[in-house]
């Protein structure tokens, strides 16, 4: 197949409005946050966490339900702010760049009564395009995420897979600089979810973002990623960062046999806290 998205791997025709570049560093430092408890009183949700990001890189965090997954990203997003610690984009305070930040969630936030092709103009219209060079962006959308045919159904008329896909579509649409996906595939059944992964890899050869991606499967994280991060709970910390170091491209089954990635996924359940 061949993908014509000269917008999305060149520069951008019309460019969004944002003091960020591509490709920067990440970095969280010393991260704490707090929530009120239904006393009022503040539980830690996170204390001391530090992580350091490089631009282009996969990363996924696993570790037990509460242990701060989601807040974390939430602190990236600046919809979080903590009570110690800085998150920085570029060397910037992550509050201010919101813009370069594409989520994906376990359920999808598509627009229900809006058609897919509708859905991925939300993503089109955040990036400020022009008509003509937003119409020619949701064709070249469509094709790459394998959708062509369905521009005009709506969400409740698609499988999980397929709305996940359109929410990839809508998110590619205003070319992000970093994904930040919750767990995203967690409520597909693993052969969608390993055939959302593939596309997923396929995306990310192609543009090279750098993802953050949160899930409980430690097999789906090791398959993906350059590295995992475990985090324990109360408070939510970093109890583990491996590099894994699996050639490129990757393909599940095969991986599958291979000692070095049963290692790795050993060495990660390890570390994993069970309640
Ligand atoms: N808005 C909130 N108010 C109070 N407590 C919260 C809120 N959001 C999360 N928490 C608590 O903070 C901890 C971390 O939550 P979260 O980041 O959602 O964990 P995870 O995504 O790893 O499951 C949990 O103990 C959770 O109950
Ligand atoms: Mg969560």
Request: glycine fraction near 10%; proline fraction near 7%; charged fraction near 25%.
């Amino acid at each position: 197949m061949s993908i014509h998205l000269q917008p999305l791997s060149g520069p951008l025709s019309v460019p969004i409005p944002t003091g960020v570049e591509e490709g920067e560093a990440i970095s969280f430092r010393n991260i704490g946050v707090s929530y009120a408890d239904a006393r009022g009183e503040p539980v830690a949700a996170i204390a001391g966490l530090d992580l350091q990001i490089e631009p282009g890189t996969f990363v996924s965090i696993v570790g037990p339900s509460g242990c701060g997954k989601s807040t974390l990203l939430r602190v990236l997003a600046g919809l979080v702010t903590p009570v110690t610690g800085e998150a920085l984009i570029g060397g910037q305070p992550a509050a201010g760049t919101a813009r370069r930040l594409g989520f994906m969630f376990q359920r999808d936030t598509l627009l229900p009564w809006a058609t897919v092709a509708d859905n991925i103009r939300v993503g089109t219209d955040l990036a400020g395009l022009a008509p003509a060079a937003a119409r020619a962006r949701l064709a070249e959308l469509v094709e790459f995420i394998r959708l062509q045919g369905f521009e005009n159904h709506r969400p409740h008329q698609l499988s999980g897979g397929m709305r996940q896909r359109v929410s990839l579509g809508r998110l590619l649409a205003y070319e992000p600089d970093i994904y930040l996906m919750d767990e995203p595939f967690g409520a597909l059944d693993s052969q969608t979810k390993s055939a959302m992964g593939r596309e997923l890899l396929r995306i990310w050869a192609k543009f090279r973002r750098t993802v953050i991606f949160v899930t409980h499967d430690i097999e789906e994280a090791v398959t993906l990623s350059d590295r995992v991060v475990v985090m324990a709970a109360r408070p939510g910390r970093i109890v583990l960062d491996q590099r894994i170091d699996l050639p490129r491209p990757r393909d599940a089954r095969t991986l599958r046999k291979d000692p070095k990635y049963r290692d790795l996924v050993d060495v990660i359940w390890q570390h994993i806290e069970t309640p």
